[in-house]
């Protein structure tokens, strides 16, 4: 049932290849930003985590959607997103997605990338997205929802409620435990009494894998994986991906409380380098390809950073604009609302089935007359019997936190929820 699928095309491995380049010179481009004072607020770095967030929204397709957190650019250019929005997001330009009203990665794309935008308090992400993927399922569009947390943020209670939700709801969601190691100065050994933040999934009857975070191709294989078994209605994912975070929380920390070594270490893990040696020696990335590709990406990012260089900042008169309502507004209950007002707005994403009228009330089903015809959808089954095992636990990581690159699968499926594909 849960069959890996290791095979990735040249092509996707080129794309792959691309997209964590594309990343790091965006980010790269972002620190010389920050240290010429042109960046409003703070920087983090996802430097050496690309493979992650690269990997994993490679596995979506585009009807899903993504809910990033401030190491998930890669994610964002993956979906679509042009390093002008992020340049001119972070520079807090009048060009940029929230007309220079916000900063870092906060924004979205509700209605054409599927983006939802980062929410600060750690975890709160996690209910949303499973609304998100709740939603799509009554829709019909047959949609994952994928979201990012880190080490740190698995300890909020947010996290664990909306890991219960999406679990008792069988909700297609994919969430992604980036365990870099840290959390600010907090190492993971001094948060938790746990090895694998995977195995947290086991509490709430979810399925979990574990995976080498700096080995891109493991993690889009593993992502798909997981990526089908939602889409097969088989409930959510946790994906824990070790990983190491390269800079300190963000551009104002020196990181000085991390053992050098561990930096010496995963810096000869480095996922890019890596990854760029592999397609080197087996020949799908040739010295001509590499060139190309670098070629192509820098040819985007100056023309994006010299877009945002020279765009304005908001004019001063919008300052108090949009921000709060423009109120007082009156509110008065409304008992009668028509079915238009409660039913979900359209969608460009087609349904694969249908909830008759959307699951509307009726009010004839509570009274008896045409029950039979017009009762609401079935809810979503419960989830069933909890007889997943979690089999092979991977290899403990040493004190130094290095993992071994093995892909290791948390065993048991669950069947199928009636009357879903
Ligand atoms: C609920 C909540 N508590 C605290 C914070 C402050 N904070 C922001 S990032 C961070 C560290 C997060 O560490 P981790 O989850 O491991 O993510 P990483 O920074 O390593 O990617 C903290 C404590 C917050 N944003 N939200
Ligand atoms: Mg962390």
């Known amino acids: 049932m849960t069959q890996a699928i290791t095979h990735v095309t040249p092509e996707q491995q080129l794309d792959l290849y691309r997209y964590m380049l594309l990343d790091r010179i965006v980010e790269d481009t972002m620190t010389k930003l920050f240290r010429q004072n042109k960046i409003v607020g703070g920087l983090y770095s996802s430097l050496g985590q690309e493979a992650i967030s690269v ?23 993956v979906k679509g997103v042009r390093p002008r929005d992020i340049f001119t ?9 929230t007309l220079g009203k916000d900063g870092t990665s906060h924004f979205g794309d509700l209605k054409d990338l599927h983006i939802v935008s980062p929410i600060s308090m750690l975890g709160d992400l996690i209910p949303v997205m499973t609304g998100v993927a709740m939603a799509g399922r009554y ?56 090895e694998h933040l995977a195995d947290r999934a086991k509490a709430y009857g979810v399925r979990a ?9 493991a993690v889009f294989t593993t992502a798909r994986e997981a990526v089908q078994l ?48 592999r397609l080197s020696a087996s020949g799908v990335l040739t010295a001509k390809k590499k060139s190309e590709i670098l070629a192509g990406i820098n040819a985007v990012v100056q023309e994006d950073l010299a877009f945002a260089e020279n765009s304005p900042f908001p004019p001063p008169e919008l300052a108090e604009s949009a921000i709060y309502c423009d109120g007082p507004l009156p509110i008065e209950p409304q008992w009668q609302r028509p079915f238009a007002e409660v039913t979900p707005p359209r969608s460009s994403v087609k349904s694969e089935w249908s909830v008759p009228g959307n699951g509307e009330f009726q009010q004839d089903a509570i009274e008896g007359a045409g029950a039979a015809s017009t009762a609401p959808a079935e809810p979503a089954a419960p989830v ?34 009636r009357g879903r594909k």
């Not at 596995?59 to 890669?74: F, T």
């Not at 990012?148 to 909700?171: K, P």
């Open 209 to 217: 894998f574990i995976v080498d975070g700096n080995e891109v191709e």
């Open 384 to 417: 069933g019997a909890r007889s997943r095992s979690f089999g092979t636990v991977p290899e403990s990581p040493g004190r130094d936190g290095n993992v071994s690159g093995r892909v290791r699968h948390a065993k048991g499926a669950r069947k199928p929820m």
């Open 55 to 77: 990997g994993t929204t490679y596995a979506l397709e585009k009807r899903d959607w993504i809910a990033p957190m401030i190491r998930n650019i890669g994610g964002l250019l």
């Open 230 to 277: 939602c889409r097969a209605g088989q409930g959510p994912v946790v994906l824990e991906a070790k990983t190491m975070r390269m800079r300190g929380h963000a551009q104002h920390d020196p990181a000085e409380y991390v053992p050098k070594e561990m930096f010496d270490y995963w810096k000869r893990r480095d996922p890019i380098e890596s990854y760029e040696k």
């Open 89 to 97: 997001q972070h520079m807090a330009r009048y060009t940029s997605p």
């Open 139 to 194: 829709l019909g569009q047959n949609i994952v929802a994928l979201t990012w947390i880190g080490d740190g943020g698995t300890s909020t209670g947010a996290f664990h409620e909306g890991l219960n939700l999406a679990a008792q709801q069988r909700a297609p969601l994919l969430l992604v435990i980036e365990n870099n190691q840290w959390a600010y100065s907090t190492p993971v050994s001094r948060q938790v009494p746990i």
